[in-house]
């Protein structure tokens, strides 16, 4: 990559991917199988390393989802063999099996503890337009270095831009003061992080599957008394449809939720808006004030806040964006993906043309493309960047034939279920995307009822997908 301050014309110069979880990871195989130079930018210490954080999750949809079709023939030509295509992996098998032994095939294109701090273009602010499109993109990294590029494929995800605790988009009065004592979704509940909510009092704020996924773990744990604040008049939404429900495992997760909730294992509180957080001597108070001005509070002793992500543009803040005002994703894709309209199974395929800003070369793609829309999966994300290669290598038909085969509910139907039930229990599924927690399991009748005897749980976090 040239880095001088005389910088090559764009199309001699590389394609820098941002991000080396499982969509930036299948941009370099498309990429590379395209014979286009690329740079990897990884900003943690180790490949996928927002995957490795709900390492201890598994994902909801199964390998032959997850695989992208490039990697796949990279890997298999490397000697690799693919893992059981019916199997829901972990986070971190995810990354053993899969991510790690891909990123090898790169070397020294991947570049780890590389954090991108802005993106611009060599030369221009955002404000200044001749010549713009035929000056190289400008990174500059947070130790000060800065490379030139032609293209820009970021996939940094959303896992470190959690939403606030706090009601109405803002943040809650003391939020940041009481930060010690708030966690963001997913803590390894029955692992790593039994210590900090073990015999304690937790509020877990958040109506997701990832709420339910939190709210199932603590209920296995003994004398840790467990309230679930949401903003709904009641939980039906995230009770779902029990055995009804298109996806088995989802319902079968609410189901086992609403029996904690009617038995009194767990406190739910509706109508909860958060408005204010302060530590006292008995823990940290939580305050509810809701649009009628009504108040309501509750003392506990941690926060679980599981109330879904947002996309981060802060580093693009000097590109031309064309950013849909509510979902912050293109406004060409927002129609597609409005949760309002579609679940993970109904967002049609769409590509290059749909992921385009203003600022010709520069692709948003994966997780962080959908902006707030809950409805990403990872095999949608695979489609967005090998549409996106085959643009930058001028091969316009294949970028703009894009297709997806999903069965309509997402990514998994009833089979793969049942199948992977018989074989580690049931893997529940999640809203936005991604993942369901490998809790203590339970039984499951023929018809998909879940026995009163064990638990299972489902979460959300970067890099998975809706529904799977």
């Known amino acids: 990559m040239k880095a001088s301050s005389q910088a090559a014309r764009p199309d001699e110069l590389t394609v820098v991917v941002i991000g080396a979880g499982p969509v930036g990871l299948a941009a370099a195989a498309h990429l590379a199988e395209r014979g286009i130079d690329f740079t990897l930018l990884e900003a943690g210490d180790r490949v996928a390393a927002s995957v490795a954080q709900w390492g201890h999750v598994r994902v909801f949809s199964p390998y032959r989802y997850n695989i992208d079709a490039a990697a796949r023939r990279l890997l298999e030509a490397d000697g690799w063999t693919a893992p059981d295509a019916d199997w829901l992996p972990t986070g971190a098998e995810l990354i053993d099996d899969y991510l790690a032994p891909l990123a090898k095939l790169f070397g020294d294109k991947v570049r780890l503890g590389a954090q991108v701090s802005a993106i611009s273009r060599l030369g221009y602010d955002r404000v200044r337009t001749a010549g713009r499109e035929q000056a190289p993109f400008l990174i500059r990294l947070a130790d000060g270095t800065e490379l030139h590029a032609r293209a820009i494929i970021d996939a940094s995800g959303t896992y470190t831009s959690p939403n606030v605790l706090g009601a109405s988009g803002l943040p809650a009065h003391g939020e940041s003061d009481a930060a010690d004592l708030v966690d963001h979704a997913l803590p390894d509940v029955l692992g790593a992080d039994r210590d900090r909510y073990e015999g304690r009092r937790v509020l877990v704020v958040g109506a997701g599957h990832s709420a339910a996924t939190t709210l199932l773990a603590l209920a296995e744990l003994e004398h840790t008394p467990i309230i679930w604040a949401i903003r709904a008049g009641d939980a039906g939404r995230t009770y779902g449809g029990g055995e009804a429900d298109a996806l088995p495992a989802r319902g079968a997760l609410g189901t086992r939720l609403r029996a904690h909730v009617t038995s009194g294992r767990i406190r ?28 309501q509070s509750v003392t506990v002793d941690r926060i679980v806040s599981a109330t879904g992500y947002r996309p981060d543009h802060a580093i693009a803040s000097e590109l031309r964006l064309d950013l849909d005002p509510v979902l912050g994703s293109t406004r060409a894709l927002a129609p597609l993906i409005d949760p309002n309209q579609h679940s993970c199974g109904t967002v049609p395929a769409h590509g290059v043309d749909e992921l385009a800003h203003p600022e010709a070369g520069y692709y948003a793609v994966g997780v962080k493309s959908y902006g707030r829309a809950p409805t990403f999966l990872m095999a949608t994300g695979y489609e967005q960047v090998r549409s996106v290669a085959a643009a930058l290598a001028g091969d316009w038909e294949a970028a703009r034939d894009v297709q997806l085969d999903l069965p309509e509910t997402g990514v998994c139907s009833s089979g793969l279920a049942e199948a992977q039930e018989q ?28 026995g009163a005897t064990a638990t299972a749980g489902a979460g959300a976090g970067g890099g998975g997908g809706c529904c799977g």
């Open 268 to 295: 739910l509180l509706t109508g909860f808006f958060t408005h204010r957080v302060h530590a006292t001597g008995q823990g940290v108070e939580v305050v509810s004030r809701d649009p009628s001005g009504r108040e």
């Open 423 to 450: 074989r580690v229990g049931l893997a529940t599924g999640i809203s936005g995307g991604l993942l369901s927690t490998p809790l203590p399991l339970a039984t499951v009748s023929a018809t998909g009822t879940a």
